[in-house]
T-cell receptor
């Protein structure tokens, strides 16, 4: 089946810094979702993207649907300690097995005060 | 207020026992899902249901069973056939099967 690649597994940044994460797929997707999960909790939907090239913001977060439809990017600006968590991408194509939502393994973000 | 609830938050069972995890939603969503999460892993789909009285196996259904008798409820039973049941279990729902999924708070199951 399709795979989503998120790397690195962990990122460490200083409070106030910007951080970028990307997610790549072996298949073309028509939906990209970004979630954040805090320890011991369920993932929370941050941003949903539905069109190639789409750029959407949610506060200090901005995500983009790559024009190749095989990747997506999440940027966090001016990071704060509460940005700590695991950031998952998820994507879905249009046909067959590709139509089920597939999740990346997540990137654990640590923010140093 | 609307949302997805999972209970209990923590569950301990002895090896060889079946255990049922609860998932309830009052969002009027048609589709519901169960995922398993292990440390350092992504979410792996166990079972999903697009409509009441219908459900399909996900990628790792062996050792699990579900029912969908009501739109609001999608309980997951972890049977004794599941070889490695200790994990964090997440329930999710969506308006339709092609819409964004929203997650519950999760249940951490530990089998002793």
């Amino acid at each position: 089946g399709q795979q989503l690649n998120q790397s690195p597994q962990s990122m460490f940044i200083q409070e106030g810094e910007d951080v970028s994460m990307n997610c790549t797929s072996s298949s073309i997707f028509n939906t990209w979702l970004w979630y954040k999960q805090e320890p011991g909790e369920g993932p929370v939907l941050l941003i949903a993207l539905y069109k190639a090239g789409e750029l959407t913001s949610n506060g200090r977060l901005t995500a983009q649907f790559g024009i190749t439809r095989k990747d997506s990017f999440l940027n966090i600006s001016a990071s704060i300690p509460s940005d700590v968590g695991i950031y998952f991408c998820a994507g879905r194509g249009s046909t067959g097995a590709n139509s089920k939502l597939t999740f990346g393994k997540g990137i654990t973000l640590s923010v140093r005060p | 207020d609307g949302g997805i609830t999972q209970s209990p938050k923590y569950l301990f069972r002895k090896e060889g026992q079946n255990v049922t995890l609860s998932c309830e939603q009052n969002l009027n969503h048609d589709a519901m899902y169960w995922y398993r999460q292990d440390p350092g892993q992504g979410l792996r789909l166990i079972y999903y249901s697009q409509i009441v009285n219908d459900f399909q196996k996900g990628d790792i259904a062996e050792g699990y069973s579900v029912s969908r008798e009501k739109k609001e409820s999608f309980p997951l039973t972890v049977t004794s056939a599941q070889k490695n049941p200790t994990a964090f279990y997440l329930c999710a729902s969506s308006i339709g099967s092609n819409n964004e999924q929203f997650f519950g708070p999760g249940t951490r199951l530990t089998v002793l």
